[in-house]
């Protein structure tokens, strides 16, 4: 029977194999799909975003039709997670608080990839810890499943050794303009003034 210690080993090494492989793909696809946003005009290859309908942590419904006119950012997670997810959200808190009014002009969702467990209910007591401006989302299995075959997000489910599971998925944030169409990506714990440097790039629509 494998350690806690050498379990945790276990799910680190896969969680850094996903972070790696978001970066590798979707930062590939940033760098040719951020082309209003951040360089010269070039022909998108891959569709990134796209209609879904959802659930948040009010228990209110809450579409992508709902988001238009105003850049969103997208982050696919769970509320579980022992790392990735709580830093993430973390790093968004901190950059809204740092873009001061200007956050007003900027949605910041995230994705649940667990809608088994992570209910509205369960949502609403997690974002208690991180700014109440990003909004928490969920919804049914076939509800998820269609918004992440949209931003062509990664997730899988895997066992854990005391009969429960966790969820390894895609570690980036997606960056959409006030239309719905993808500019890019922010990284896993990239620079703070990256990040910060992104998201006024984003509100600003330059």
Same mark, same amino acid.
């Given at each position: 029977?494998?350690?806690?210690?050498?379990?945790?080993?276990?799910?680190?090494?896969?969680?850094?194999? %996903?972070?790696?492989?978001?970066?590798? &793909?979707?930062?590939?696809?940033?760098?040719?799909?951020?082309?209003?946003?951040?360089?010269? =005009?070039?022909?998108?290859?891959?569709?990134?975003?796209?209609?879904?309908?959802?659930?948040?942590?009010?228990? =209110?419904?809450?579409?992508?039709?709902?988001?238009?006119?105003? #850049?969103?950012?997208?982050?696919?997670?769970?509320?579980? /997670?022992?790392? &990735? /997810?709580?830093?993430?959200?973390?790093?968004? %808190?901190?950059?809204?608080?740092?873009?001061?009014?200007?956050?007003?002009?900027?949605?910041?969702?995230?994705?649940?990839?667990? #809608?088994?467990?992570?209910? #509205?209910?369960?949502?609403?007591?997690?974002?208690?810890?991180?700014? #109440?401006?990003?909004?928490?989302?969920?919804?049914?299995?076939?509800?998820?499943?269609?918004?992440?075959?949209?931003?062509?997000?990664?997730?899988?489910?895997?066992?854990?050794?005391?009969?429960?599971?966790?969820?390894?998925?895609?570690?980036?944030?997606?960056?959409?303009?006030?239309?719905?169409?993808?500019?890019?990506?922010?990284?896993?714990?990239?620079?703070?003034?990256?990040?910060?440097?992104?998201?006024?790039?984003?509100?600003?629509?330059?």
């Amino acid at each position: 029977m494998m350690t806690m210690a050498a379990e945790a080993k276990v799910w680190r090494s896969r969680l850094i194999a %996903s972070a790696i492989l978001a970066v590798v &793909v979707f930062g590939g696809l940033g760098a040719g799909l951020a082309v209003g946003l951040f360089g010269p =005009a070039a022909q998108p290859t891959v569709q990134i975003g796209g209609p879904f309908t959802l659930t948040d942590q009010t228990g =209110a419904k809450l579409s992508d039709t709902d988001l238009r006119g105003k #850049p969103f950012t997208v982050f696919f997670g769970f509320t579980h /997670c022992p790392e &990735v /997810c709580p830093t993430t959200l973390w790093e968004m %808190s901190e950059a809204l608080k740092a873009l001061g009014p200007d956050a007003d002009r900027l949605r910041v969702l995230f994705i649940s990839v667990d #809608p088994t467990r992570d209910t #509205p209910e369960v949502l609403s007591r997690y974002m208690q810890s991180f700014d #109440p401006r990003i909004v928490g989302l969920t919804g049914t299995e076939q509800e998820v499943e269609a918004a992440g075959k949209a931003y062509r997000a990664y997730w899988e489910k895997v066992p854990t050794a005391d009969g429960d599971y966790t969820m390894n998925h895609t570690a980036s944030i997606f960056m959409m303009d006030g239309t719905g169409r993808f500019v890019g990506t922010i990284a896993y714990e990239e620079q703070a003034d990256a990040r910060l440097a992104k998201l006024k790039r984003l509100i600003a629509g330059t």
